[in-house]
């Protein structure tokens, strides 16, 4: 168990909606980051925050967006929801001041019909 | 750029070893990955190592890294059957002069470990 908690753990949802994926950082970690995992991409980097703040931002679409809240905790907002967004969406959290160690959640499963 | 390749797949016996290979593109690579992933569960973070160095292990697991080849390789001595999973290979590269890093995964390797 690495200590970061995503829920929920599966979600189905249909074209054209908008789902709100959450993710607990390991206690004491500062950073959070978003991947998703699908077949065909593989693991893309998409945004990370530093206490609050958004620190970089990677392969996100503009539908997509994140925020982390001041208990740390961060969400992120898929909108208008097409089925090539189906994937796993793994968060990830590390310590203060580095981003050496990145443990990642059990990731969200987003299935989209 | 940025790009991490890995063999699909890998085969082997229990009790053999196993060595996954990985090459990076990224030369400013600060430091080089492991992770495990077993079915329908999050990446486990196995090990690292910094770029200065050229060898780390840890238990059954050793790192062998080739910086002027950029190939990073991993060895699993008496692989065992709860080592079958998808390992990937990942390097922290800087996104730009603010220092901030990120992941670059590789397509990860598979692991069949068979009796």
């Known amino acids: 168990d690495s200590g970061v908690t995503q829920t929920p753990k599966h979600l189905i949802t249909a074209t054209g909606q908008r789902v709100t994926l959450r993710c607990s950082p390991r206690s004491g970690d500062l950073s959070v980051y978003w991947y998703q995992q699908s077949l065909d991409q593989g693991l893309q980097f998409l945004i990370q925050?530093?206490?609050?703040?958004?620190?970089a931002k990677g392969n996100i679409l503009e539908r997509f967006s994140a925020q982390q809240f001041p208990d740390l905790h961060s969400e992120l907002n898929l909108s208008s929801l097409e089925l090539g967004d189906s994937a796993l969406y793994f968060c990830?959290?590390?310590?203060?001041?580095?981003?050496?160690?990145?443990?990642f959640g059990p990731g969200t499963r987003l299935t989209v019909t | 750029g940025e790009d991490v390749e890995q063999s699909l797949f890998l085969s082997v016996r229990e009790g053999d070893s196993s060595v996954i290979n990985c090459t990076y593109t990224d030369s400013s690579s600060t430091y080089l990955y492991w992770y495990k992933q077993e079915p329908g569960a999050g990446l486990q973070l196995l090990t690292y190592?910094?770029?200065?160095?050229d060898m780390k292990q840890d238990q059954r697991l050793t790192v062998l890294l080739n910086k002027k080849d950029k190939h990073l390789s991993l060895r699993i001595a008496d692989t065992q059957t709860g080592d079958s999973a998808i390992y990937f290979c990942a390097e922290l590269t800087t996104l730009f002069s603010g220092g901030y890093n990120k992941l670059i995964f590789g397509a990860g390797t598979r692991l069949a470990v068979h009796p």
């Open positions: 925050y530093y206490n609050g703040e958004e620190r």
């Open positions: 190592i910094f770029s200065n160095m």
């Open positions: 990830a959290s590390s310590g203060p001041g580095t981003s050496r160690e990145q443990y």
